[in-house]
C-alpha cells in the first residue's frame, strides 16, 4: 500500500459526511478501561474450560467472542449474565464523548459494542434524552431506518447492529435483540455480513452509509467477523476509512490501497488484506488505513471539552464471572472446549475431549451427556467422511435418547443421520430420518428447522425423480421464510424450486425462480450465493445451446469469486466453463479450466466434488473419441468413490465407464456395468437413476440390432416413471421408443409414441425437448407422405429453437423444410426457407455451405421464373467459392458458371451462354475432372449452343 501525503484535515474535512463503525477497541481506554475482546475471551475461558485446554485454545487467533458467547449460554449462561458485565462502567472515555459530539453534529454512529458508554456521553455532554433514540430491536430497525429524517426533526441516533441487554435512555429491558444476535452471529456464520443473518437491517445500512464516508474504528482485524462482509456489501459508499491504533503517540501516516495491490494482497498483513478485499470490490472511490494513536487523533479533532471522570474502571472480568455466574462442573470443563474445538474445524482436539468426556459419563452414570457426546463423534467422523463411524456413533446416541424418552429433544440427532443417508445415496433411509426430525420440531420453536428439513426432504424427493413431492416440500420451506423473515433462507428455496425445474425442462420458471434468488443475494451482498446462482443461470442456457450466454453468466460468477476470494465456487465456475469450452470443441482450453478445478478442489479436500470433475475429464476424452484416456479418468474417479464409499457417485462411474465399452464395440461389457451401476441404484432405492440406466442399456442393445431385448428394458423405464408420477421422464422414454421404431422402420408406431411424449413436453414447459419431438414427427410424417403435417411441426419447432436461439437446430429444421417445400414444388417457400439457412451461415462464416445455399436460392429463384435474380446468386455463389480450397473452389465454379449459361442458353444469349460453358469446362479440368458427369454435361451444353451460334 502507497503511504499518501495527507494531513488530518484532509481526510476530516469539515463539509464531509461520516458514518462511524465502532468496535470494542473503542472502550479500552481510561476511564472506561473494558477488556478488549481477546482479554474478556481468555477469561471466559479460564472460567468454563479445563486449565490444559484453556491455555490451548487461547492461543488460537479465528475464536470469535460471539461463538463463544453462545456455546457458553447453552450450558452455563442461559441468560447471558455474561453481557451484564458490560453495563457495569458508566465512565465514558474521549472516544466515547467524541462520538457523542458527532452524533449531535449530524454525522451517524453505529456499534457492535454491548456496553453503554456512548449513550452515557450523549446525556454527559448535555443531550436531553427526549432528543435520543437508541436503535436496537427489529421494530425500531425498520421504523428509524433514516437517519437522515431523524436528525431533521432533532432526533439524534445511535444505532446499536449487535443488539443491546437494555435501552438505558428508555430504562427499557432489550435481552431478547442480544439473544437474537448471539443466535444470529453464532455458530457457522463465518463470512457473513450483519444483514444476510437479519434482513430487517439492510435498510437502515444502505440510508446510513449512503454517499458518506465510513470511519473503522476499535476493530483489530481479527473480530470483526461480520464487519468486513458488511462493508464489502455496502454500494454507495464514497471511502473507507479504517483507523488502525499504535501506540505510539506522535505518529501519523495515511495510507490508500491501490489497484495494484489487489495482485499482491496475499504479502499483505491482515487488516491490508481486509481493506484489499473491500476495494476490490469497486464500490468505493477510496480506501484508506490511517496509523495513529486513536484517542490523540480525537483530541486534536474535538472541540468540545468533555467530563471525563478521573477514577479509572478496576473490575476483573475473570473475578466478576466466577462471582456472578455459577461454575461448570466437570463434565463441561471438557464439553465447552470440545464444541469450541468442533466449531473451529479442528476434530483431534475435539475427539481428546470427548473421549474424556466419555469417561466422565461412565464415571458419573450419565446417559444423557453419554449421547450427547456419542453424536458429537459421530458429527466428527462425518466431517472425515468416515460415513461408516459417524453412522455408528449418531446410531447409538440416539438409541440412547429413545432409552431415556428425550429423544423428542433432539431432532437435529435424526437430522445428521438424515445428511449422512441422503449423502452416501441411501435416500429412503435418509427421508425416513428428517422426516422424524420434523415431527419432533412441531411442539418447539423451530421454524428456520423446519425450513431446512422440509429443503432437504424435497432434494432427496428431487433426486428420487419425485417432482410433485418434492415440490411440496420446497413450497412448505418457501411459506416457513416468509413467516420468520428469513431471507437467506428463502434465497436457497428459490433456488431449490429453480433446480426442481430445471431438472423437468420448465426452462421460463427455472430461471424465474433462479433470478428471484439473484435478487435476494444481490440485496443481501450474498456473493456467494449471487456466484452459484450466476453459475445455475449460465447452465440453463448451456443446456439450451446458448454457449455465448452461458460463458457471460460463468463469467460473471469468475469475476465475483476472484473479488470475494471463495476458491470452492470458483472451482465449480473453473467446470463450468470447461464444459463450455468442450461445447465449443475448443478441447484444450476445456481440460485447462477443468483441472484448475481439479487442483483447487484437491486443495480444500473436497473429495466428492473431486469425483464429479475426474468424471468430466473422462467425458471431455470421450467427446474426442479417446475411449483410453477417458476410461483412464474415469478409473480414477471409480477409485475415489470407492474410497469414500460415495455409492451414487460410483454409479454414475460405472455408467460412464458402460458408454466406453459401448461405444468401443464391447456391448456385452457395456452391459455388464450398465448393470453394476443398476444394481447399486436399486440398493439405494434409487429409482429415477435406475430408470436412466434401463434406458442406457436399452439404447445399447438398439445399437446392436436387438430391439425386442431394448424395448423391454424401455418398458421397464416407463414403469418407473408411472410409480413416480415422473411424467417428464416418462416422456423422454417415450423418445427413446420412437427412436427405436423409427430405426426398425416402424413409422406409424414410432409417429404414435412421439405423439405420446409431445403433449408431456408442452405441460411442462420443456420447450427444447418439445423442439426435438415436432422434429422428429415431422420427418416421420413426411416419410409417411404426409409432408403438410410434418411442415406444421418443423415450423413450430423452428420457432422454438429461434427463442432459444439454437443455430445447430435451426439449421437443421431449415435444411427439412427447404427440401420438403422444393419436393412439393412449393418453391416460394423453399426461397424463404433457403434465403434463412444463407444468413446464418454468412454470419457464421461457414463459407462453403453459404455457397451451396446462395446456389439454392438461385435454382429456386430460377424455378420461380426469376431468372436475373437466379443470375445474380449463382455469382454470388461464385464469389463466395473463392474462399474455398482450390478442387472445391473448382467444382462450385464449374458448377455454378455452368446453371448461368443454361439460363443464358434458354434466353438466346448464345454467346455469353457458350462463354459461361467454357469457363466452366476449364475449371473442371482443372479440378482434374474431365471424366465426371459434371464434364460430360458442360460439354453438351458446348455443342448444343455452338450449333445454334451456327
Known amino acids: 500500500m502507497k503511504q499518501i501525503d495527507l494531513e488530518v484535515e484532509d481526510i476530516f474535512g469539515s463539509n464531509q459526511r461520516f458514518t462511524f463503525l465502532i468496535g470494542a477497541g473503542c472502550s479500552v481506554d481510561a476511564p472506561s478501561c473494558q477488556p478488549a475482546g481477546k482479554v474478556m475471551i481468555d477469561a471466559m475461558l479460564d472460567f468454563a474450560c479445563v486449565k490444559g485446554e484453556a491455555e490451548k485454545i487461547k492461543s488460537l487467533d479465528n475464536l470469535r467472542f460471539e461463538a463463544l458467547v453462545e456455546i457458553l449460554r447453552d450450558n452455563l449462561d442461559e441468560d447471558l449474565k455474561i453481557i451484564n458485565f458490560y ?11 467524541f462520538l457523542a459530539d458527532m452524533i449531535s453534529r449530524g454525522h451517524f454512529v453505529m456499534t457492535t459494542n454491548f456496553d453503554y458508554l456512548i449513550e452515557h456521553a450523549l446525556v454527559q455532554i448535555g443531550i436531553p434524552k427526549e432528543e435520543l433514540k437508541i436503535i436496537i430491536t427489529k421494530k425500531e430497525f425498520e421504523e428509524y431506518s433514516h437517519p437522515d429524517d431523524l436528525f431533521q426533526r432533532g432526533i439524534k441516533t445511535l444505532y446499536k447492529i449487535h443488539g443491546s441487554k437494555k435501552d438505558i435512555i428508555k430504562n427499557v429491558d432489550t435481552g431478547d435483540t442480544l439473544v437474537a444476535t448471539i443466535e444470529a452471529f453464532g455458530s457457522n456464520k463465518e463470512g457473513l455480513n450483519v444483514f444476510q443473518v437479519e434482513p430487517f437491517k439492510k435498510k437502515m445500512f444502505d440510508n446510513i452509509t449512503k454517499d458518506r464516508s465510513i470511519v473503522v474504528m476499535g476493530y483489530s482485524g481479527s473480530d470483526d467477523f461480520d464487519v468486513v462482509p458488511t462493508l464489502k456489501a455496502l454500494q454507495h459508499v464514497r471511502d473507507i476509512i479504517w483507523i488502525n491504533y499504535v501506540s505510539e503517540k506522535d505518529y501519523f501516516a495515511v495510507f490508500e490501497v491501490e489497484e495494484e495491490d489487489v495482485a499482491n494482497r496475499d504479502d499483505c498483513g491482515k487488516i491490508d488484506q481486509i481493506l484489499v478485499d473491500i476495494k476490490r470490490m469497486g464500490f468505493k472511490e477510496h480506501v484508506y488505513r490511517v496509523d495513529v494513536n486513536t484517542s490523540q487523533l480525537i483530541s486534536e479533532l474535538m472541540e468540545l471539552n468533555p467530563p471525563i471522570n478521573n477514577s479509572d474502571f478496576t473490575i476483573n472480568p475473570l473475578e466478576w464471572l466466577r462471582e456472578n455466574i455459577e461454575p ?130 424435497g432434494n432427496i424427493l428431487q433426486n428420487l425423480g419425485k417432482y410433485e413431492e418434492a415440490s411440496i416440500n420446497y413450497t412448505k420451506a418457501l411459506k416457513l421464510n416468509d413467516k420468520t423473515g428469513d431471507l437467506s433462507g428463502k434465497s436457497i428455496t428459490l433456488n431449490n424450486i429453480g433446480s426442481l425445474y430445471y431438472d423437468i425442462g420448465d426452462i421460463p420458471n427455472a430461471l424465474d425462480n433462479y433470478l428471484k434468488s439473484l435478487d435476494i443475494d444481490t440485496q443481501l451482498g450474498n456473493y456467494v450465493g449471487e456466484s452459484s446462482l450466476y453459475n445455475n443461470i449460465g447452465l440453463i442456457y448451456y443446456d439450451q445451446g446458448d454457449i455465448s450466454e452461458a460463458m457471460n453468466w460463468f463469467n460473471k460468477a469468475l469475476e465475483l469469486n476472484e473479488k470475494v476470494g471463495n476458491k470452492s465456487t470458483q472451482s465449480i465456475t473453473y467446470g463450468n466453463l470447461g464444459l463450455a469450452y468442450q461445447h465449443l470443441k475448443k478441447f484444450d482450453a476445456a481440460y485447462e479450466y477443468m483441472i484448475q478445478s481439479l487442483e483447487i478442489k484437491e486443495e480444500l479436500n473436497l473429495d466428492a466434488e473431486k469425483g464429479i470433475i475426474l468424471n468430466n475429464i473422462g467425458n471431455l476424452y470421450f467427446e474426442q473419441e479417446n475411449y483410453d484416456e477417458a476410461s483412464n479418468w474415469y478409473e480414477k474417479a471409480l477409485s475415489l468413490n470407492e474410497e469414500l464409499g460415495n455409492l451414487p457417485s460410483m454409479a454414475i462411474t460405472l455408467n460412464n465407464i458402460g458408454t466406453v465399452k459401448e461405444r468401443n464395440g464391447f456391448y456385452t461389457e457395456a452391459v455388464k456395468y450398465y448393470e453394476q451401476s443398476k444394481s447399486i441404484f436399486q440398493k439405494l432405492g434409487n429409482k429415477l437413476s435406475i430408470l436412466t440406466i434401463n434406458n442406457n442399456v436399452g439404447n445399447s442393445f438398439k445399437k446392436r440390432g436387438e430391439y425386442d431385448v431394448a424395448l423391454e428394458y424401455f418398458n421397464e423405464s416407463l414403469k418407473i416413471a408411472d410409480e413416480l408420477n415422473n411424467r417428464p421422464e416418462k416422456a423422454n422414454t417415450y423418445n427413446a421408443i420412437g427412436e427405436l421404431y423409427s430405426e ?48 406444421e411441426n418443423w415450423k413450430n419447432a423452428l420457432k422454438i429453437s429461434e427463442d432459444l436461439e439454437n443455430i445447430e437446430w435451426q439449421i437443421i429444421l431449415l435444411n427439412s423444410l427447404s427440401q420438403t417445400c422444393e419436393e412439393n414444388k412449393d418453391f416460394h417457400k423453399a426461397l424463404e426457407y433457403y434465403m434463412k439457412l444463407a444468413t446464418i451461415y454468412e454470419e457464421n462464416e461457414d463459407f462453403e455451405q453459404l455457397s451451396t445455399h446462395l446456389s439454392n436460392i438461385a435454382n429456386m429463384s430460377n424455378k420461380i421464373n426469376q431468372v436475373e435474380m437466379a443470375i445474380k446468386y449463382y455469382q454470388k455463389a461464385i464469389k463466395i467459392a473463392e474462399k474455398l480450397d482450390d478442387n472445391v473452389r473448382l467444382v462450385k465454379h464449374a458448377k455454378y458458371s455452368n446453371r448461368i449459361g443454361i439460363i ?21 479440368q482443372k479440378a482434374k475432372l474431365e471424366d465426371s458427369p459434371l464434364a460430360k454435361s458442360i460439354r453438351k451444353n458446348i455443342t448444343a449452343v455452338t450449333k445454334k451460334l451456327g
Do not use: V
Request: with cysteine; aromatic share 12%.
Open 328 to 457: 461448570p462442573g466437570k463434565f463441561l470443563e471438557y464439553y465447552i472446549p470440545h464444541k469450541i474445538y468442533l466449531e473451529l474445524g479442528m476434530f483431534d482436539d475435539a475427539m481428546r475431549c470427548a473421549e474424556e468426556m466419555l469417561k466422565i459419563t461412565d464415571e458419573l452414570d450419565d446417559e444423557e451427556n453419554k449421547a450427547t457426546t456419542l453424536s458429537n463423534i459421530g458429527t466428527i467422523h462425518f466431517n472425515r467422511s468416515n460415513f461408516e463411524q459417524a453412522e455408528n456413533y449418531f446410531t447409538r446416541a440416539l438409541k440412547i435418547d429413545e432409552e431415556l424418552g428425550i429423544a423428542y429433544k433432539n431432532p437435529a440427532t435424526y437430522a445428521s443421520l438424515g445428511k449422512l443417508k441422503a449423502d452416501t445415496g441411501r435416500y429412503k433411509e435418509a427421508l425416513d430420518y428428517y422426516e422424524h426430525a420434523l415431527k419432533l420440531t412441531e411442539n418447539l420453536d423451530a421454524d428456520n428447522s423446519r425450513a431446512i428439513y422440509y429443503n432437504q426432504i
Open 744 to 791: 426398425r422402420g416402424e413409422y406409424e408406431n414410432a409417429l404414435e409414441i412421439y405423439q405420446k411424449a409431445l403433449p408431456i413436453f408442452q405441460e411442462f414447459n420443456n420447450i427444447a425437448n418439445e423442439a426435438l419431438c415436432r422434429n422428429s414427427i415431422g420427418l416421420l410424417n413426411n416419410a409417411l407422405g404426409n409432408p403438410n403435417i410434418a411442415i
Open 904 to 924: 443464358q442458353f434458354k434466353k438466346g444469349i448464345y454467346d455469353e451462354a457458350l462463354a459461361m460453358f467454357e469457363a466452366s469446362l476449364k475449371n473442371i
Open 87 to 97: 453495563g457495569i462502567c458508566e465512565s465514558p472515555n474521549i472516544q466515547h464523548f
